[in-house]
């Protein structure tokens, strides 16, 4: 070894012993970080941001994701690369427990999807109350060359629900000169709905939060909503352990625990864009919109939120709804 070289790499030792020791290093173990793999629309909307504070301050954890069309989603979490799902497809998430892949499923909140598109309505669509008439009359403006529709084209669950429209309308759009495909999330979609004065249709939440960056510089507008078809839930999926048994199922529990719990639920409730709410809880209570019971399920959690000390949402008030085993 070069003479020279001995006394730095000493002096480098003792810089590091000295910084090691010094009590102003903070040497508590590092957070826990929890992977999400989710739809865009949490995202977009801002809902998972606001969320994050308050999940990571109670856990000590770093909570993250991977925001893709649900497709994409249950793909990354097949491969084991995300502890858990948030996702909006019912179809497809079933499937994924069927599967083995996924062990436990809830609806937790829900919002609706908007059919959107230019303040000059060629295809005359604004206030019509039945989505697949809408459809039809877009596909018929558009065969005359008056109007244009774009997807998402992605396999997400905003693109599995409008292929769904399509198809209760008669209409196969794709390869149509006037349907356009961005295979690309909502915020890009809407934006090329924009350039182009097209139709396009989107969950409310990423809808309003654009509306709200963008103002009157997105020159679009809600022109149907309402229909029962444009319900839009989202599930939330806890992963099989035993089949990924490097995923952190721990913090995975405790994220699935405090979307659900009375704390969980509210901030979901609470969550407003420009004063207008985007999602509203519904964990125990899908039957409100009109979905299956869950109440195995609902029974199973909330039993588990009371042994972990946590309150169950304020509409679960019964001990009889919680039984004396687990389901």
Not at 147 to 162: I, P, W, Y
Not at 220 to 245: M, S
Request: glycine share 10%.
């Amino acid at each position: 070894m070069n003479g020279k070289a001995l006394p730095v790499i000493v002096g480098a030792l003792a810089v590091i012993l000295i910084t090691l020791s010094s009590p102003t290093i903070n040497l508590s173990p590092s957070r826990s970080r929890l992977v999400i793999a989710t739809t865009t629309s949490t995202v977009d909307s801002g809902l998972l941001e606001y969320l994050k504070p308050y999940f990571d301050s109670r856990f000590n954890a770093d909570m993250t994701w991977l925001y893709l069309g649900t497709g994409q989603a249950i793909a990354v979490a097949s491969r084991g690369d995300a502890d858990i799902l948030l996702i909006h497809d019912r179809v497809r998430e079933d499937a994924f427990v069927n599967s083995g892949s996924g062990v436990h499923r809830v609806t937790v909140m829900y919002n609706d999807f908007v059919v959107i598109g230019p303040k000059s309505d060629p295809a005359g669509i604004k206030g019509c109350t039945n989505v697949t008439v809408a459809f039809k009359k877009i596909a018929e403006a558009g065969e005359q060359g008056s109007a244009a529709f774009v997807s998402r084209g992605d396999k997400s669950g905003t693109n599995a629900l409008e292929l769904r429209m399509w198809a209760g309308a008669d209409v196969s759009p794709r390869g149509k000169p006037w349907y356009i495909e961005t295979g690309q999330g909502m915020s890009p979609t809407i934006r090329v709905s924009n350039e182009k004065q097209a139709y396009t249709v989107s969950d409310r939440g990423t809808w309003g939060k654009l509306k709200s960056k963008l103002g009157d510089t997105l020159g679009l507008q809600i022109l149907v909503e309402g229909d029962a078809a444009l319900l839009n839930p989202y599930g939330l999926i806890n992963l099989n352990p035993t089949r990924y048994p490097n995923i952190n199922s721990d913090l995975a529990e405790k994220f699935f625990l405090f979307m659900i719990s009375d704390e969980g639920q509210g901030l979901i409730e609470r969550f407003e864009v420009s004063g207008q709410q985007l999602f509203f809880p519904v964990f125990g209570k899908p039957e409100s919109i009109g979905l299956p019971s869950e109440k195995a399920e609902v029974q199973f959690w909330v039993q588990k939120l009371r042994e972990e000390g946590m309150k169950p949402p304020s509409w679960i008030q019964s001990d009889s709804q919680v039984p004396s085993d687990r389901v």
